[in-house]
């Protein structure tokens, strides 16, 4: 829209006093933007679209997004939709194997013996050559997932060289990220993740210590798991980021700031660099959730615990919250992500991973997206990206940041996971004052 468009104020502000200072805060959840404002700012805000549009203070609110002359929904829908097909990233979730060496409660895998066969890596290589050669990619990015992806290091180490060298073939650059139970990072793998560029590591402990973690992080081979995950991550080198998550419920929410306290011992202990990613324990996607009776804990209990703790960038399901709209609200949204169990069958979600009814196909008929394919599941998630066609989404004022959650959680159960400061904007306004602004605690 032009200049001659009326400027109105943006559907994504809140304004909240500041009762420490007596002040105003004005947030805006789409450009991320938190402007302080005394009596005088105050009151010329709210007199904002009866003032001169060039008005040193009135441009100032339109550049920060805090007055617009745009279709914002609108607007909003278009950038979304440019971006889940414009990442530059084909982003690969491979499972070596959906076998695993624990058994925690609340696991939503489908565990299953076996491991990725010599024809299905053939496979999938020939998949990858041709998603190269079709799609202008900057970059190839791969998880290593399961089961346990550690069981089977010498298919992660052969796949990582032919997968760079099919990156390196078209100029690409490359980085690789494994999702582990920590158990299994035996000095030798260690070696052979570096040499394969898997930087980062994400490792989950359910407690500060032995007898509040053990009970969840289960070995299949019976003991404890603490002791042994923890002497893993402070033996990792440099080169490694950890990102220590922990699935917060009713039984260990009240040790959120103990968990917080161990991993930044880890992090000081360890030459590594080790971050605190906490979750919910969601007790509805469990493969078996009757073995964890009352695990679950409401999404606002934990999301109000991390904002005491001044974590407001995470999501209450372990995913990072964005100040401000950044796009689809999960990679499995964007056009050229894909999960691969060790069968070759194609997912969208990590969650759907090992569940044929919910492939989209498999590396060997897949070669021609979307020939060869269901079309249905191959689409669902791209067309969740954008939630704004949801009533209760579009009159959202955090829509920008949440993009309507989970996409899994609401196609399995119907229901929007929102973030816990939906009815406490105040709260979550406050909140973000004090990350960026210290001095105002």
């Not at 990220?177 to 990072?185: E, K, M, R």
């Not at 993740?193 to 898997?198: A, F, G, I, N």
Request: hydrophobic content about 40%; overall charge neutral; aromatic content about 8%.
């Amino acid at each position: 829209m032009g200049a001659g468009t009326p400027l109105s104020y943006s559907r994504f502000n809140h304004l909240v006093q500041d009762p420490l200072s007596g002040g105003w805060v004005l947030y805006n959840f789409a450009s991320g933007k938190l402007a302080r404002l005394g009596p005088l700012e105050r009151g010329l805000y709210g007199a904002a679209l009866e003032l001169d549009p060039g008005l040193p203070f009135v441009a100032s609110l339109e550049r920060q997004g805090f007055l617009t002359r745009a279709d914002e929904l609108a607007a909003l829908k278009l950038v979304t939709q440019m971006r889940c097909h414009n990442s530059g990233v084909l982003a690969l979730t491979i499972c070596p194997t959906m076998a695993c060496n624990f058994c925690c409660p609340y696991c939503y895998e489908q565990r299953r013996a076996g491991c990725m066969s010599a024809h299905t890596q053939d496979q999938l290589l020939r998949f990858i050559d041709r998603q190269l050669e079709r799609f202008a990619f900057k970059r190839v990015f791969v998880v290593w997932f399961g089961g346990e992806p550690l069981l089977q290091p010498s298919i992660i180490e052969a796949l990582s060289a032919r997968i760079q060298a099919a990156a390196a073939k078209h100029g690409l650059a490359y980085g690789a990220a494994i999702v582990t139970n920590g158990s299994l990072l035996t000095a030798a793998n260690v070696a052979l993740l570096e040499r394969c560029q898997v930087a980062d590591v994400q490792i989950t402990l359910d407690g500060p210590d032995a007898a509040t973690n053990d009970p969840y992080r289960r070995p299949l081979a019976g003991g404890g798991s603490f002791g042994t995950i923890t002497r893993n991550i402070r033996a990792l080198p440099s080169f490694f980021r950890v990102k220590l998550r922990c699935n917060l419920g009713d039984h260990n929410l009240h040790l959120l700031d103990d968990m917080l306290a161990l991993a930044r011992r880890l992090d000081e202990e360890s030459a590594a660099s080790v971050g605190f990613v906490p979750g919910i324990m969601d007790m509805g996607v469990a493969a078996a959730p009757e073995q964890a009776p009352g695990l679950q804990s409401g999404y606002g209990s934990v999301g109000r615990a991390l904002a005491r703790l001044g974590l407001v960038d995470q999501d209450s399901i372990g995913m990072r919250l964005p100040a401000r709209f950044e796009g689809p609200f999960c990679g499995s949204q964007m056009a050229h992500t894909y999960v691969v169990d060790e069968l070759g069958n194609l997912y969208r979600c990590w969650e759907d991973c090992g569940k044929p009814h919910a492939s989209f196909g498999t590396v060997g008929d897949a070669l021609e997206l979307p020939a060869g394919c269901d079309l249905h599941a191959l689409s669902r998630y791209l067309d969740s990206a954008w939630p704004g066609d949801d009533p209760q989404c579009a009159a959202c004022p955090v829509l920008p940041v949440c993009m309507g959650g989970c996409p899994h959680r609401f196609m399995e159960q119907g229901v929007r996971r929102c973030p816990w400061f939906k009815d406490d904007l105040d709260a979550y306004v406050l909140a973000r004052l004090r990350q960026r602004h210290p001095g105002s605690a």
